[in-house]
């Protein structure tokens, strides 16, 4: 079963306008969730992340959201940027009970266009 | 550097054959993750290290797949008797062993499998 699922797969924006990228969960124990980008050929690099006892935070152009009781998180990047152009995974984690492994989404593929 | 690194970059293989990738962490994170990525999904965790320990390797396909990190800090996966299943993304994380850390990937080793 798909425990983090992201159900968009690519999204296009134009250059300076807002990009939200969505993540749901299924798995209530969960209580770290971050956010990779990636390029091709490359890791996942570590963006941002929400703690469950928050609901938001940010860091520059990027905010994360957090809604338990909905078990969504979203990615907003304001303003985008060609190259912000890149997969974005969200990754979920329960420290206590799973040792801090993740569980990652299929991914979404944002392009910035100029 | 101050990254995750691993090696090999790629690695070609033949059916039948054994592989040993290497993972080398950030310097003073404790914690050691192995995932595997195919083709256009998010990455799935393999197994984890404190240390030295293996303290979950839920995530291993098969026998074949062994991890080993004895001096808490290098990691090798090896594979043996590899089949064409085996061919995907092998990414290593890196993170402190503390709640609601971020794990940092290294750029991974591409397997493939003639």
């Known amino acids: 079963d798909q425990q983090v699922k992201q159900n968009s797969p690519s999204l296009s924006v134009q250059e300076g306008r807002i990009s939200i990228l969505n993540c749901d969960y299924t798995?209530?124990?969960?209580?770290?969730f971050l956010w990779y980008k990636k390029y091709p050929a490359e890791g996942p690099t570590f963006l941002i992340s929400i703690s469950s006892i928050k609901d938001k935070n940010e860091d520059g152009r990027f905010t994360v959201f957090l809604n338990k009781s909905a078990k969504h998180l979203s990615l907003h990047i304001v303003p985008s940027q060609p190259g912000d152009s890149a997969v974005y995974f969200c990754?979920?984690?329960?420290?206590?009970?799973?040792?801090?492994?993740?569980?990652f989404g299929q991914g979404t593929e944002l392009s910035v266009k100029p | 550097g101050a990254g995750v690194s691993q090696s090999p970059r790629y690695k070609v293989a033949k059916r039948g054959q054994d592989v040993a990738l290497r993972c080398d962490p950030i310097s003073g994170h404790v914690s050691l993750f192995w995932y595997q990525q195919a083709l256009g999904q998010g990455p799935e965790f393999l197994t984890y290290f404190q240390n030295e320990a293996q303290l979950d390797k839920s995530g291993l396909p098969s026998d074949r797949f062994f991890a080993e990190r004895p001096e808490g800090s290098v990691s090798t996966l090896k594979i043996q008797r590899t089949q064409q299943e085996d061919s995907a993304v092998y990414l290593c994380?890196?993170?402190?062993?503390?709640?609601?850390?971020?794990?940092?990937f290294g750029d991974g080793t591409r397997l493939s499998i003639l």
């Open positions: 798995n209530s124990m969960f209580d770290y």
């Open positions: 994380a890196s993170s402190r062993d503390r709640e609601h850390q971020p794990q940092h």
């Open positions: 990754a979920a984690s329960s420290f206590y009970n799973q040792g801090g492994k993740l569980i």
